[in-house]
T-cell receptor, first 111, second 118 residues
């Protein structure tokens, strides 16, 4: 079993739709959590950190459930430019030493 | 904001040759840099952690004699793939840990290098 599991997708949605991605992690000692966005053959870019209290950044909302070891990302009012692969990332230690990346969920937003 | 520059962005080489990839932190000092590899449709996998002035720490299964890492200064780390073979073809990405403008420490990624070994 992978340490960070994601549905690879692709998720095909029309513009304006709301879409949600889920991620589970197996190491209960994981300390911090992130969603990254990666375009094809480009570097990952930090989308947002994820906190137990839930956090929102514009159209993006992230949620962490430590008890269930589950992380989610909700995208509202999808834009064409949201098409990308979304990586769930878990940090097992301090100082980014132990970042573990999920394989990513691919999102395709169509007109 | 902080920038990490990675070169080259793409390289095609013959089997048996060596390829050097550079990763530079442009406006901050990076005491630690990380090297990742990503095969198609797979996740980024950490290869090694590079600390300035000391030997790199390699992850299990990564051959240190094949993937030579040098971190001679606070702004430059290099990864050399020695005697490259087709199975080494992959997307290699570096990242640097640093602090800019007194903010919290962050992780900054280079733009990646697509290596194709013929």
């Amino acid at each position: 079993r992978k340490e960070v599991e994601q549905d690879p997708g692709p998720f095909n949605v029309p513009e304006g739709a709301t879409v949600a991605f889920n991620c589970t992690y197996s190491n209960s000692a994981s300390q911090s959590f992130f969603w990254y966005r990666q375009d094809c053959r480009k570097e990952p870019k930090l989308l947002m950190s994820v906190y137990s209290s839930g956090n929102e950044d514009g159209r993006f909302t992230a949620q962490l459930n430590r008890a269930s070891q589950y992380i989610s990302l909700l995208i509202r009012d999808s834009k064409l430019s949201d098409s990308a692969t979304y990586l769930c990332v878990v940090n097992r230690g301090a100082g980014f030493q132990k970042l573990v990346f999920g394989t990513g969920t691919r999102l395709l937003v169509s007109p | 904001g902080a920038v990490v520059s990675q070169h080259p962005s793409r390289v095609i080489c013959k089997s048996g040759t060596s390829v050097k990839i550079e990763c530079r932190s442009l406006d901050f000092q990076a005491t630690t840099m990380f090297w990742y590899r990503q095969f198609p449709k797979q996740s980024l996998m950490l290869m090694a952690t590079s600390n300035e002035g000391s030997k790199a720490t390699y992850e299990q299964g990564v051959e240190k004699d094949k993937f030579l890492i040098n971190h001679a200064s606070l702004t430059l780390s290099t990864l050399t793939v020695t005697s490259a073979h087709p199975e080494d073809s992959s997307f290699y990405i570096c990242s640097a840990r640093g602090r800019t403008g007194g903010a919290n420490e962050k992780l900054f990624f280079g733009s990646g290098t697509q290596l194709s070994v013929l």
